[in-house]
């Protein structure tokens, strides 16, 4: 089974991570590079 | 842009996902987690974890060209069919919330950051619902893998926990469906329940002994 075809990557706060914090904004890292939809497939591996 | 992403998301709230994993239980039987099945068989995490890739520790999940992090289905019915693979089928159906950086594919999600909320299903080798864990037989080190069984199988198998007991050696909350927690079916009434019985007083010393590490700190 596979994953398919890359649609968007992003960021998204854990909830536990916002009920420490009330900037949940400032615990995102850098901004993870884009992906090439057309050719990237993934196989599930757990 | 051509081949590019549309755009990099910012959603407000984690991803629910489904995913197979393997039930392991520690050494000393004190410590429950899970064990991907193939990329990451080797990897143990608990009901909350980060993911680090075995390959290039110098880069953080997920990276484009790598195939590191956590994986999870957006479907449950995807999910399921994973199980039906022969060698998936010792593997406990998950529900977790996926967090941290994260790459969105058609089905599914490739992650940093997971949550392991639900154990929603296990099956025994038999086909009926799982209702306890056995030792499976295999492992890494410092870890037995853990395998469903039925209350009519349990007999004939070493080191039985229940569904919800090894929820409870997990290190934080973990909700057990309905549907993994069915009270377990008496062993025949042929085969005395030694083996079970053994592996509840081993798990009742366990406890005992944490909780008294648990005064004496």
Known sequence: MRLGKAKASGYVADVAEEEVTQEPQTLAPEVPEPVTAEREQVTVTG | ?217
Not at chain 2, 15 to 28: E, P, Q
Not at chain 2, 51 to 75: M, Q
Not at chain 2, 143 to 163: E, F, M, Q, Y
């Open chain 2, 1 to 217: 842009m051509f081949g590019r992403t549309p755009r990099n998301e910012r959603p407000e709230r984690p991803f629910t996902g489904y995913k197979l994993a393997r039930a392991v239980l520690s050494a000393d039987g004190t410590r429950a987690g899970f064990a991907g099945l193939t990329l990451g068989a080797d990897q143990i995490y608990g009901a909350v974890g980060e993911a680090a890739c075995v390959w290039n520790t110098r880069h953080a999940p997920p990276r484009k060209w790598c195939g590191c992090g956590f994986y999870c289905l957006h479907e449950l019915n995807d999910a399921r069919a994973l199980g039906c693979a022969t060698e998936n089928r010792p593997a406990l159906l998950i529900e977790v919330a996926a967090a941290g950086r994260y790459i969105r594919y058609e089905r599914g999600l490739r992650y940093s950051r997971q949550r392991v909320k639900v154990i929603r299903e296990s099956q025994c080798g038999c086909g009926r619902p799982g209702t306890g864990l056995a030792d499976g037989g295999t492992g890494v080190v410092g870890w037995r893998h853990l395998t469903p069984v039925c209350g009519r199988c349990a007999a004939d198998r070493p080191a039985i926990v229940s569904v919800e007991d090894f929820a409870g050696l997990l290190e934080a909350p973990v909700r057990v469906a309905q549907t993994a927690a069915a009270a377990p079916e008496p062993p025949p009434a042929d085969e005395p329940p030694i083996a079970v019985l053994s592996a509840e007083i081993a798990l009742l010393h366990a406890r005992l002994d944490e909780i008294q590490s648990r005064l004496d700190g």
